[in-house]
């Protein structure tokens, strides 16, 4: 710590006096002293004081009437004091103020060791490279830091409590943010769009990521503790994690938290229940996805354009697919599980991959287009006594053309007779079993449209052929 600082005003400074404040200038910076409190604040420089290239704010002001001692910076202090280079603070600021530094060309600044509040947009758009916030800081308000382009390093305190929004969004310099476990409230974008950040702390004791507080960071590896139980929008948007792993203390992953991340494995815990729209959108190296039990609230888009995405298994509890679930995925087959009542439009919707598709008994309705696009289908299997509702346009035309539709035996006629299933013309070419009859010494194989041995064959199920061994 320096030594203190006692100023004794002199005849030649400027002293304003009232009642209860007066205001003095010392070497062109004004000063508000309080005589309720015996503190003072430091206003700012005066009209004549703008192009100041360093400031050494005082530790206290020696007046006739007593010590003042200066412990906070006010709001707008030095904004748009674009010469100012460098800040040494006195030793007892708390507080600085909105705005105080806002828009300076600040590149050092030595902070009070008991310094406690740095306001909302303290140090917007300053030319700080490096910051180290004393151990005693508990709130950064927002926009703090935000658009500081050249920060590049940040050394917290481990006092701090809270991050507001925006704290410092727009750091394009900054490499990583080692939060401390003291952190309890974490704002919306409080990292968004530093797109140098790499690593990243969350502190232990943090229950919600917010919207946006690391969009578009290109973080290498997350760690999300056990603390947190709702990940917001797009929260992690565009990072460059490999393998991601979101426990089951998550409850809620907000709408595209994960969009486009790099990951190629992607673990959810059993408890995660809401899986927002677009949660994983693009995530465009992860090549299969096993949702919990648990996962039973789905968004649109969830797994869309998940290229390489080629194995799912789902969720024996869900009840419906929601719209473009895993359009544009590289899905090659997919059994839907029995509980399944309904698939939204476009689910399976241009999986070029998509070879073999298996539909519950339970399914009761497949809405537009919902495997559209992924024209190069093999079989379709239903296992639905009654068949379920489906528009003309569920499929594509050339499925409907070359894809064999397996039915459950003794439905062949409801299927024929179905909207959307009639269009297969598997149905009309095929034969199916009239009869079964064996010879003694001879063994007969049954198989079904689509080329799978039917151990069990029973009169009335279509048959794409029978083989006769020895």
Partial sequence: MRNLKIITLLLMLLTVESLWAFKVNINGIVYNCNKSNMKASCQGPDDDHYDLTKVVIEDQILHSSGTYTVTSIAKDAFDGCTELKTVEMGSFIETIGSGAFSETGIKKITLSPGLKIIGAAAFYACSIENITLPESVEIIRAHAFKACTQLKKVTFGRSIKEIGDSAFWWCWSLEAADLPNSVTTLGES??????????????TKLTAIPERAFDSAPIENILIPSSVTTIGRSAFLGNNTKNLVIPGTVK?????????????????????????????????????????????????RAFSNCHRLANVVLSPKLTRLPPRMFNGSGLVSIDVPEGVREIGAEVFGYNKGLKNVTLPSTLVKVESKAFYGSDNIETVTVKGIVPASCPDDAFNNWTYETAPLNTPPGTLEAYKEAPGWKNFESLYKTTAIEEIETDAGKEYEYYDLGGLRMDHPEPGRPCKRVIRTK
């Fill in 190 to 203: 409080a990292f968004g769009d530093c797109t140098s950040l790499k690593r990243v702390t969350i502190p």
């Fill in 252 to 300: 809620t992953i907000g709408p595209w938290a994960f969009c486009g991340s790099d990951a190629t494995s992607i673990s959810l815990g059993e408890g995660v229940y809401t899986i927002g729209e677009g949660a994983f959108d693009e995530c465009a190296y992860v090549t299969s996805i096993t949702l919990p039990s648990t996962a039973l609230n789905m968004g649109e």
